[in-house]
């Protein structure tokens, strides 16, 4: 029972790594026009030209047998009835709360948005209103559980056998009828904006509307209900592998169809199969593949001396993946099944290059490149970045450029980017870090809202990681800024009182008034705030990194609005730039130590304290009354920083 227990609890955490890269098909009748499903399945990228699905080169029988294979193998469960929203202020949230790191909007030359995720120009076309409000909301919502052990979706009446409410989770994760480890989230890397329910009718109001033509005016598809055709859809089904991307009613269990590529490098070329090419490619000359758009995509263009080698094989299979079917005459099952991808010609070198570099070693194991150490923690790292597209919104490394970098509202605003993660391990404390991810409201009620940020109109969402990517993330950036593991927490001395009121006269400084930027709280002050609220770095912040910052913000984030040279170097000490009072006379000790051992003692009393004492400073420096100068002409606002203070 212990060890059973034990294989519970890890799978808890496997069943939330696990992502398909296409949508869950058990939601077909709930999400899809009907009529929209053959259309597709004949060739996805008339639809959508930049979609990953691949042309599986269908005939007509195969695209009607699979439709009604997956719209009658599909979930019936209602959806609750969505009033529709405002589409104006649904655009505004689809384009302003980070949609757009990862989907993009228009075609041609007016797409905007980032690759990684569908295009979502005609969603309007295939998409149910309901189940779009529901995703949208919470695209990890699932519409049953998946028990692996029973290998059934678990309904309302299986929880009401054992008289248990109708509820699933992450918190509620056993099945009522095993008590086996139940799959509660669907599989799918979109995470969630913690979007009020308006919110989410509000944008899925707005992608409704996206279209080219009418829904209706797609061709009837009513065989698609025909219970004739199930069977031998779902000989298709399998046949295509359609599960190594998509979660398939009876098909959860399903293997890749395809080839092991782990050695295909070392493959000896006469397992290589040429076909009836294999003359042609010793002897090169004419190119075999004659459509235009498949031969535009080698590397190197139609071949004109001979490509009979694992490079010439590799290019020509991406290139057009039946072309060695050509001349041949087979059965509609023994006809190759890789389907076009559609790469582009850099993808397809990329691929033959790691292809070819594919290899069985015979050198030794501690020949190896397989780190242990750090290394490793920075290898395991970027597998969930990637997995999760976390530089569609941040820069990781000096010189990437962000998805969100890209677009003219961020180039407008730049301090409205989402932090740059340069320093991240050095910056912050591992468990904050974790907690963080976890959570990145940092409050379990009032969700709706960024943690470390409420400025930023851009949303750090929660991706519901797992403990297992949780752990993989904090060692990743600790291990990527050099930091040792476990981290111990510096004490900060308390400071006297003197100290206190020193400290206090450098951040509320004029020529440095730490508050005018930073949020504090206060809804009014924090509509125009750029940096995060200082209460947080006790538990968020590490000592020493606030320290080098405030000395030379600039040399850690090229381009933050944090200024440099605030402090200057005098007899082996940090001090202070600007004017101090005479209580620093004879104090011979770092002032950034005296700031920063301040700032991880503040209090919200003493911030509030500050901040209203800096108010009463400003108003009364202010002009009187009209708030003109001497002039007489109206005082300008001070200008918007052009660089982003995100990574303060």
Known sequence: DGEIQQLDFKSHSLLQDQKKIGPNLKDARLKLNKNWIPVWLKKPTDFRPTTKMPNFRLNDDQIKAISAYIWQSALTDPMPKQTPGNAAHGKELFETRGCLACHSIGEGDQMMGGTFAANLTRVGEKANFEYLVRWIHNARQRTRPYCPYEKKDIGPEDYAKKGLPYLFDLEHSRCPNDGHELQVQNMTVMPSLRLSQQDAADIATYLIAQK????????DASFIEDPNLKEEGKKWVRHFGCAGCHEIAGFEDEGRIGTELTAEGSKPIERLDFALFTEEAQRGGKEPITNPEDAARLPEGPSKGPWYDHKGFFEHKLAEPDIYDKGKIKGSTEVLRMPNVHLTKAQIQALTTFLLGSQESSLPA???????????????????????????CHQFIPGQKTILMGMQHYQENPEQLPPKLLTEGARVDPEWLRRFLSNPALNTTDTNRNGVRPYLQVRMPTF???????????????????????????QIPTLTAKESDMARSLFSSTAAPCLKCHATGDAAHD????????????ERLKPDWVERWVVDPQAISPGTSMPSGLFKRENNQWVFAGPTPPSFQGYDKDHTKLLVDY??????EEQRRVAASMGRSRASNATPASGKGSSGTARKPPPASSHPAGSR
């Open 527 to 538: 509509k125009t705030a750029t940096a995060p609220n200082f209460l947080l770095a006790k």
């Open 464 to 490: 519901s990681f797992s403990d297992n990517e949780l752990r993989k993330l904090v060692r990743f950036f600790q291990a990527l800024s050099q930091q040792p593991m476990p981290y111990i927490p510096e």
């Open 366 to 392: 501690s020949y190896q490149y397989k780190p242990e150490d750090a290394r490793h923690d920075i290898q395991e790292g970027w597998w969930i970045v990637k997995k999760y597209n976390c530089m569609g």
């Open 212 to 219: 080219k033509q009418e829904p209706s005016s797609y061709p």
């Open 599 to 604: 700032i991880f003692q503040l209090t919200p």
